[in-house]
């Protein structure tokens, strides 16, 4: 029953905050210096041309007149056309978000088996040099960066040692058989694993570089959060009973001490998905991010408004995630 | 021979002033002890250090602690742990904070029996059934699935008390195990672990500050202060005729419900002043 009104409430707020976005977005875009017509056209148009093309997209009628338009159609389901690429703005969006989510979800995997090898390690070897080198290693993943390790992984795997691939989202040459863009799951699902493995090998970098800031603040905190559970009460009294001190760590502590780690992980996650669009601009990474790029530069006004909506609707679905598994972690909330 | 046996054990603060200086006791199998003594006079201290739970900013700088004959001191840490849970148990001191708040009830009553001593999972909730009844809590299907956070303080105390009897263990430390509690109930928990005691045979090792306590649920006593044993008696005697200064000031200093006009006596300066130059003139290496 909680759950169920949890979602209500949300599912309002997340309508609340898209109409706040949409407004906010397709405002800023159209007050910045640059406009698509100019792009469009040659050098040396005639004011006959830019004000015909003005009209044909309907930029030379008033402001709230262009957002009316604009609104009434995304709430029929036409985010309009793309300026660039005359494609639907909702079709070109759903074709790169899958390539967006994989990688972020990809990252997100890598932090937090990361990040909670480098706490278990720690807390089980606190005091000593194990957690000092965890502690320092740690800080430097944390004070660089994610586009700057982009930069570093690509110079140590792509260039010096070149095990994985820098560019793209899979190998040009291959055939690709698939009926979704989720190329990941999609290659497995089929159990083509040798596709699956040429996929893999062009998002670790990406993924990593994402991932490495993120591990650190998981580190960070689930170690101190871990270390304070293991002097509570219930740790001491799970010793007397016989439990070794890894298996205290990881039955009494571990899930006890992620909660809080939990909230943070949340929103991190969605600095994260924020971090995909250089770092998708580095790695060539055909996703949503290094579409907004391509977008902002060419002043494509319907498919920024399109791509920073679905942006505002992925932050807020991920917080509804960890409000959920919050809930679903920690009995005392279930029951309330 | 005693089941468990203290041979000279000092603990102290690592790099720091001692804690326990060359503790002896005794705890025959069956018998209960009281340690009684002051807040910092060690009493827990004893107890953690039987259960392999002192805290890591303190060391043990010499003696035996020998259970059934064997001192836990030499033994590898994985044999020692195996040997202490298997054997003994801990009736900690608030039920409020000695229970994982995100486990059900079942598992925190049958993990030992489960993963140290390798009980069949029926076996183990059959048994967690047995003693919810034997402390005498109703329902015990619900309570076994119920969060620590659905139950009062009260019913969490029984439940660690459940807990601690769980394996039949040989030696029980009971670490101020009322001392949480609300007036009311504190009675009926320490009846409830007497009677269990009575019923299992178990030695307890009772620490306390409450004298009260100690000669209704006490065989035997230590009193410490400032982590020395200064008197060893059964508690019949004791109350009949404390041999040391210290111990007279104690008992004299116990409130009486009986004569509230009376007032609280503290324990008299010469007293205090008596005992610390005791424990100087065992630091200074003098026998006290």
């Known amino acids: 029953m909680a759950l169920l009104r949890l979602l209500a409430i949300r599912l309002l707020t997340t309508l609340v905050t898209l109409a706040g976005v949409a407004v906010i977005v397709f405002f800023v875009i159209r007050v910045v210096p640059g406009n698509p017509i100019a792009m469009m056209l040659p050098p040396g148009a005639t004011e006959d041309d830019i004000a015909r093309l003005s009209a044909l997209y309907g930029l030379d009628q008033p402001l709230l007149t262009q957002f009316g338009i604009w609104v009434a159609g995304v709430l029929q389901g036409d985010f309009g056309t793309s300026i660039t690429t005359r494609q639907p703005v909702l079709d070109l969006v759903l074709g790169r978000l899958p390539a967006t989510l994989e990688l972020a979800i990809m990252a997100l995997v890598m932090a937090v088996i990361l990040g909670g090898a480098a706490a278990l390690t720690g807390t089980r070897f606190r005091g000593g040099r194990t957690e000092g080198a965890i502690d320092v290693a740690n800080g430097m993943a944390l004070s660089v960066p994610d586009f700057l390790w982009g930069l570093v992984l690509i110079l140590l795997f792509g260039v010096l040692m070149p095990v994985f691939h820098i560019s793209g989202r899979v190998s040009p040459a291959l055939d690709l058989p698939f009926t979704t863009d989720f190329y990941l799951f999609e290659s497995l699902l089929r159990l083509r694993f040798d596709l699956w493995a040429d996929i893999v090998a062009h998002m670790v970098l990406p993924a990593l570089a994402l991932a490495i800031p993120l591990a650190a603040i998981i580190g960070q905190l689930l170690k101190q959060s871990l270390k304070e559970t293991m002097n509570l009460d219930y740790v001491t009294l799970a010793r007397t009973k016989g439990y070794g001190e890894t298996r205290v760590i990881l039955r009494e502590a571990l899930r006890n001490a992620a909660l809080p780690t939990l909230t943070l992980v949340g929103v991190q996650f969605t600095f994260l998905i924020g971090g995909t669009v250089i770092i998708e601009r580095l790695f060539s990474y055909e996703g949503l991010g290094n579409m907004a790029i391509d977008a902002v530069i060419n002043r494509d006004l319907p498919l920024i408004q399109g791509i920073v909506l679905l942006f505002a609707l992925i932050f807020t679905v991920v917080n509804l995630i960890v409000d959920l598994l919050y809930a679903v972690l920690n009995p005392r909330l279930r029951h309330a | ?288």
């Open chain 2, 1 to 288: 021979m005693s089941f468990l046996s203290i041979r000279n054990l000092s603990v102290r603060l690592k790099k720091g002033p001692p804690l326990l200086r060359r503790v002896s006791l005794d705890v025959q199998a069956g018998e209960v002890r009281g340690l009684v003594g002051e807040s910092g006079a060690g009493k827990s201290m004893i107890g953690k250090a039987v259960l392999g739970i002192l805290p890591p900013s303190v060391e043990i700088t010499g003696g035996e602690i020998l259970l059934d004959g064997t001192d836990l001191l030499r033994l590898p840490p994985k044999d020692r742990r195996r040997r202490i849970g298997a054997s003994c148990a801990l009736i900690p001191q608030d039920p409020l904070t000695a229970l994982n708040p995100s486990h059900r009830i079942g598992p925190q009553i049958t993990d030992r029996l489960v993963d140290i001593l390798g009980w069949p999972r029926s076996a183990a909730e059959a048994r967690a059934r047995d003693l919810l009844a034997e402390v005498q809590i109703p329902e015990p299907d619900r309570v076994l699935r119920a969060y620590p956070h659905e139950l009062s303080g009260g019913m969490r105390q029984r439940i660690l008390i459940a807990s601690a009897f769980a394996a039949e263990p040989k030696l029980i430390v009971a670490d101020e195990p009322t001392t949480a509690l609300d007036v009311t109930v504190q009675k009926q928990i320490l009846k409830l672990i007497a009677g269990m005691q009575a019923r299992h045979g178990t030695a307890l090792l009772f620490v306390t500050h409450d004298l009260g306590v100690v000669s209704k649920v006490c065989q035997n006593l230590s009193v410490l202060y400032s982590g020395m044993v200064v008197e060893d008696s059964a508690v019949t005697d004791f109350f009949a005729a404390p041999r040391h200064p210290y111990s007279r000031a104690l008992l004299a200093a116990t409130p009486k419900y009986t004569d509230p006009a009376a007032g609280l006596t503290p324990v008299p300066d010469e007293v205090i002043a008596a005992v610390r130059a005791e424990v100087a003139a065992f630091d200074a290496g003098g026998i006290a």
